[in-house]
């Protein structure tokens, strides 16, 4: 189990270099492999990224893309993972990518996550995972303390379940036995106080600091 941790002097750099590492990877599979999936963070911070890996030069029809985790919020609202994903990924050469769309419109997030299990489940282990981490050391919508993340740590977790209670509006999120064994796993963070929230995890419980629990095979990119 290693932890590789990358600094780059800017983000601008974060973003140029991660980019070119992940589309790498991916193509990398797909010279022994028909298909290849890539599953990605939401929030504010990944979106550099994404930009500038939506110009890769890749067989973008093989690969399936799917978020880490999604708010239940449709999909034109400002805090909707999916339209951030369709802003700066999905678009441009990535745009012949295949799409996973967490939010499956049904009212309710605990009505979708059993189909999207199946659907997530064809699609392991991950090729590519990009990970974000807020400055609560959560990952994904796995948040400290809640009642659900337990269950979701759990190597007998669905892969896909809804959560509640732990921001503006529900959540669906990806779990550890859907995320735990990626083949290429990344994890994006910036800023000193993400540095140092990181570093706390690893003194931590996985229940207190969801993040650790992916911080065995990893690279962490981070930049002030
Ligand atoms: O709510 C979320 O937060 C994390 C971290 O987001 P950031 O805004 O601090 O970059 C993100 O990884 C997750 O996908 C998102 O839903």
Known sequence: MTLEFVEYPDREMLALSLASKLAGQLAQHLRTNETASLCVPGGTTPAPVFNSMSGSELDWSRVTVFLNDERWVDREHNRSNSRLLHRHLLTGKAEAANYIDLYTGDAEPEAAAEGLSERIRDQL??????LGMGADMH?????PGAPETALALASDAPLVMAVRGQSDEPRITLTAPALSKSINTHLMITGAEKRAA???AQTLDAKDAPIRAFLGDITVHWAE
Not at 125 to 130: E, F, K, R, Y
Not at 139 to 143: I, V
């Open 125 to 130: 282990p991950i090729t590519v995972l990009l």
């Open 139 to 143: 990952t994904a919508s796995l948040f």
């Open 198 to 200: 990181l570093e706390r």
